[in-house]
């Protein structure tokens, strides 16, 4: 199970707490740290990696989620003013104690994971990974590999594209997010929603969805990546869980398709782009 201090500013840690009560020891639970927001002011951000900070929020993690131990730590995000070493240092010390398990990573770069490493085995590193992204592919997965390292891939189905339940740029509504993502701008979204249907044609010889068939592909390029993705229907839960496999004529099929330079637009908002350093 998986979630994060600052989602639903800390509601989202209790929910998930009394959820799994009944059934604690038949999962593991990742939780994150270090994104800071306030109910008073929900539209600012700021990145908190101070030891202090770190150990402070673990503690209200743990009676949030009512568990003694966090199964998986993640750094949410790159503190530009704290050194990735103090923050490890606090991390590492959490393992010692027994309120944390593993220790992981969210989006902050090989050397900062070079760096991080040194200080205490990372387990898992998050970062987005899926066939419309796959910059990764240049040094973060052979770094993962290269320090046995799993890597958690968000927004494997590209925020939605991946689905093709998205037809148009007017077709989302006002308050959708994915407005704001160049990836689905007007001037973009057209081109990438034909490379949408090569795939579809792909997903119905299979046969599969096209969901299915973007995580099938993201599951070929390592038995280390695990897709971490969201949804609001269990039918689609259900169906994104059912594996699908490829053979490597089918890969090649789908990557002839879709190059690493075929997808217009980037990945990131203006705005987000300082809290996210995947290389």
Known sequence: MYTADNYGFGDNEVLLGEAIAPFRNKISIATKVGVVR??????????????????????????????????????????????????????????????????????????????????????????????????????????????????????????????GSITSFSALQSNDFRRFFPRFAESNLPHNLQLVERLRKIARAKPCSLAQLALGWLSSQSPHIMPIFGTTKPSHLIEDLSPVQFSGSEIHEINALVDKGSIHGDRLTEAARPLYHTD
């Open 38 to 163: 306030s109910k008073e002011n929900p539209s600012a951000v700021s990145i908190n990696g101070k030891p202090e900070y770190i150990k402070n929020q673990c503690l209200i993690s743990l009676k949030r989620l009512e568990v003694s131990t966090i199964d998986l730590y993640y750094l949410h995000h790159l503190d530009p003013h704290t050194p990735i070493e103090e923050t490890m240092h606090a991390m590492a010390e959490l393992v010692a104690e027994g309120k944390i398990r593993y220790i992981g990573l969210g989006e902050v770069g090989t050397e900062n994971i070079r760096r991080a490493h040194k200080v205490h085995p990372i387990t898992a590193v998050q970062a987005e990974y899926s066939l419309f992204f796959r910059e990764p592919e240049k040094r973060l997965i052979p770094l993962c590999k290269e320090l046995s390292i799993g890597l958690v891939a968000c927004a494997p189905l590209c925020r939605g594209l991946l689905t």
